[in-house]
């Protein structure tokens, strides 16, 4: 499972699968700014839920206790002995980092990431989105993929139309 991580203003990759029957982890964490990139952590880690929101969590020979609860919009709040944090976990493709890089200040080029088929443009040429509305749908290797904007904006340029083919890296929108 890959997930995307934000905390106190960070954004990160978690990817985390499952082994042993469920009662072991193995976990990749890597961050997502390019600005700041951090080292890439991983390993494998013991989790058992004690009770509910109390994990009981074995790393490196270690044993910590962390506790989660609802936090505000949709976060998490994580407990770690005396630390506390807050944590929003998502889809990596529901939104974008929560920091705006210098370029996003201009038009962005929405390009198809592999080749297919476009099945359908959700959006018409001259209409306001905004960040994270799906905008295209385009099915490659027997997926639809719901493709989303990366900004709030307006769609200046629609380069494809629905049924046509397209290949890797073609640009499919434009939103300014």
Known sequence: MKLRAD????????????VEGGKSVAYTLKS????????????????????????????DHESFLVRLSPGLDDTLDVSL??????????????????K?????AGPQELRAQMPGKVVKILVAAGER????????????MK?????????????SHIGTS???????????????
């Open 7 to 18: 905390s106190n203003g960070h954004s990160y990759l978690l990817e985390i699968d499952a």
């Open 32 to 59: 997502l700014e390019t600005e700041h990139p951090a080292d890439e952590l991983g390993g494998s880690a013991s989790v058992v839920e004690a009770m509910p929101g109390v994990f009981s969590v074995l790393l």
């Open 81 to 98: 002995g005396p630390r506390r944090f807050s944590i929003s976990l998502g889809d990596l493709r529901d939104h974008a980092p929560r």
């Open 100 to 104: 705006r890089a210098a370029s996003e």
């Open 129 to 140: 989105v905004v960040l994270g509305q799906g905008v295209i749908i385009v099915e490659a």
């Open 143 to 155: 997926m639809q993929n719901e493709m989303k904007s990366p900004k709030d904006g307006v769609v």
């Open 162 to 176: 629905e049924g046509a083919t397209v290949a890797a890296g073609a640009t499919l929108l434009v939103i300014e």
